[in-house]
């Protein structure tokens, strides 16, 4: 019998079927690109064909947008919105608009094309997620900024048009829809149970096993009770934490330790499946600030892993009903025990 | 400059890319496949391919499950939902479950494999729409179900696995959680203004003009402000109606009418793209009863059609957060103005 389940903190229904359910061998493997190193701007030694860098971790001695770097951020070379302007925010009529004032920064990774994030040592991983909070912590200085999405396309299925490492950020004057129902369902509990329905959560799925996928000191790595995707993966801070960039730099590595795992087990169970990672955190503190506010307590940041190895129909987008082939305990249970 | 713009049903913001927008010579047209005949479930002659026949427009002298049909509608061979047994709602700790109980049927448009909905005649499409409200309206005789989801795959980009032209129909326990949001933001609206938000949005497309596809006397088809994917059209009936399944045989006409057009002119501009269709309705009665209720006031049925031009990244699903580098207005321009 297919299940329905309710996803705890924005209420969706996922079916959930459960008699033939999807093995990691059902999903066909895609292809991971080389870029052409003539062509590709992310690469060492053509740091011309990018934006100027805003921010890198490099040799000391280096020069910014030349070579020996680890970590390079630069602008999008077609950002969906622009740095400079004003908001002007406007009605029209019954519609409300407002000029798409944001940053959208991409964070190269690595300057080796063929090294994948999870391939990388956990020290370098942490640069990455350095890199992440110095940017995020950097731009919500900027007060027309309400929001810094950080998210990782990986093959071209899952939204990337370059195949050299690399995540994006985005910065927006909007809280994102999805983020915003995740702050409501957090809060509404919180105002109900006086407990944080994260904390419940990695309390529930640490207690009973089955959809756990990895665990360290710092974070707790799972396939959440409604799962939308097959193999999708939750990684949620053991501390109670509503801002990313408010990470402590022991978390960091924990974290670069967690991302790698999953990463890797994920690469081998699946074939290296091109994937999205999505980081939730909390809107900029003036977004909610006010004596009622309870985001310290009720919310806390987690990073979203969704591997992309079926097709996105349009009906699951225009309805928000979703159908996963995999259950969550099956697909836990394959990534524990894949060795990495 | 790109625009932000809000969807004042449900308050999502959407980036509208406005500079350089895609033209519909810019978007690749995908093949369509034309079903193998032997193999074809769906065809005049293969009806011992499907599960028994739940409903058929067929000729008078014909009998079930043999050819000399028009419209055919057969249970789901891979069924997403289970159509016997009970619901047993249950906790789980935290979470939410229920069993999966539902219908899933598919909606044969036509017995010729290689005819679109849109190149039969207008009567042959009303044919199809009576269908939809015939097995809805049966459908909620049942009351384990809440929803009656109806919608078309067309491509297999946009989900569709057979080639021979149908619809599908999954009824569930639950409302999917779009709808719901629909459902509350036009609750909102009405208990504030005191009007349907759908009647002041047609007021306002009908004023502005910039994003009509086309009218008439029963329907308007447009290109909504805060369209998330390029060349999105909705459709909505200028009468006031909760309920899909409470539309009248002139309506039915109309809407096949309205319905038509707008598919030719997305094929003829888009060069026959895939695309999904979504019937946006009011859930079964018994599920917002009350003295309270105004959802016959507040809700409108609507079709939402969203061609599958661009890939659907995890990103946006996973965010909320749409990217549309194509501007409605602009879409709807084309539309308007192509002949068909």
Known sequence: MPELRKDPVVGRWVIVATERGKRPSDFAPQPIETPDPAKNPFAEGNEHMTPPEIFAFRDPKSKPNGPNWQVRVVPNKFPALRIEGDIDKEGQGIYDKMNGIGAHEVIIETPNPN???EQQPVDAIGR?????KIRMTDLLRDSRFRYI????????????????PHSQLIATPVTPKRLKEKLVGAMEYYAYKDRSIF???????????????????????????ASRFPFEVTLTPRRQAAYFQDIHPDEILLLAD??????????????????????????????????????????RWHIEILPRLMLIAGFEVGTGFYINPTTPEEAAKYLREIPV
Chains 1, 2 share one sequence.
């Open 128 to 132: 990455v997620i350095e890199t992440y």
């Open 115 to 117: 090294l994948q994030l």
């Open 149 to 164: 999405l950080v998210f990782k396309n990986f093959g071209r299925q899952a939204g990337a048009t370059i195949g050299h």
């Open 258 to 299: 967690a991302l790698k795992v999953t990463l890797q087990k994920l690469a081998k169970a699946l074939n290296q499946p091109q994937y999205n990672f999505i980081v939730n955190t909390a809107p900029a503190r003036y977004a909610h600030h006010g004596f009622w506010s309870t985001i310290d307590q009720d919310f």
């Open 199 to 225: 904390e419940d959560i990695l309390k529930q799925e640490i207690k009973e096993g089955s959809r756990l996928v990895y665990e360290n000191a710092g974070f707790v790595a799972y396939c959440p009770f």
